[in-house]
């Protein structure tokens, strides 16, 4: 009989009421993070990132909320992360940028597949080919990692600048 006191049924379960609270919390709190992913975080990504830039996050090792968008024939991404396991202690939270474009066939207008990602400079970004990046990734893994490749690797990935 206490039960209608407490607006909880006899048994475990939540009643209605408390279940439709827990249910607009919850896209309360949805509501809010899409906010925030589309409002505040993506003006901070090193290139614009559209309206429409379908997002998805992952937790784990590090946190990750990737962007994605299709334009002018490229698959764009732009990923912005946590500080990985074995990243520079003072790397901290960063953003990673690439772009795929498909390959076309065969004959006169045949293209290759394009792959690039974008690297800052000393007069803002460049793109460049994504198979010197993995190259990069491994050579530091094994701590034979050259100059080039310490720099590529570095200005590959973009420091947040929370504003």
Same mark, same amino acid.
């Given at each position: 009989?206490?039960?209608?006191?407490?607006?909880?049924?006899?048994?475990?379960?939540?009643?209605?009421?408390? /279940? /439709?609270?827990? =249910?607009?919390?919850?896209?309360?709190?949805?509501?809010?993070?899409?906010?925030?992913?589309? /409002?505040?975080?993506?003006?901070?990504?090193?290139?614009?990132?559209?309206?429409?830039?379908?997002?998805?996050?992952?937790?784990?090792?590090?946190?990750?909320?990737?962007?994605?968008?299709?334009?002018?024939?490229?698959?764009?991404?732009?990923?912005?992360?946590?500080?990985? #396991?074995?990243? #520079? =202690?003072?790397?901290?939270?960063?953003?990673?940028?690439?772009?795929?474009?498909?390959?076309?066939?065969?004959? #006169?207008?045949?293209?290759?597949? =394009?792959?690039?990602?974008?690297?800052?400079?000393?007069?803002?970004?460049?793109?460049?080919?994504?198979?010197?990046?993995?190259?990069?990734?491994?050579?530091?893994?094994?701590?034979?990692?050259?100059? /080039?490749?310490?720099?590529?690797?570095?200005?590959?990935?973009?420091?947040?600048?929370?504003?």
């Amino acid at each position: 009989m206490g039960s209608s006191d407490s607006g909880e049924s006899s048994g475990k379960q939540p009643t209605l009421e408390q /279940e /439709e609270y827990r =249910v607009k919390e919850v896209e309360n709190e949805n509501s809010l993070k899409e906010h925030y992913f589309r /409002e505040v975080l993506a003006k901070r990504s090193p290139i614009r990132i559209p309206a429409d830039a379908k997002i998805s996050e992952k937790h784990g090792n590090y946190d990750q909320i990737r962007y994605r968008w299709t334009s002018n024939e490229y698959r764009y991404e732009s990923r912005w992360h946590t500080r990985t #396991p074995n990243a #520079p =202690v003072d790397q901290g939270d960063t953003w990673v940028v690439n772009r795929r474009k498909s390959g076309k066939g065969f004959g #006169p207008n045949a293209q290759h597949a =394009v792959s690039e990602i974008f690297v800052k400079t000393s007069i803002g970004g460049v793109w460049v080919s994504m198979k010197i990046w993995p190259k990069a990734i491994s050579a530091k893994k094994m701590g034979v990692a050259t100059k /080039e490749q310490e720099e590529l690797l570095k200005n590959g990935h973009w420091k947040d600048e929370r504003r």
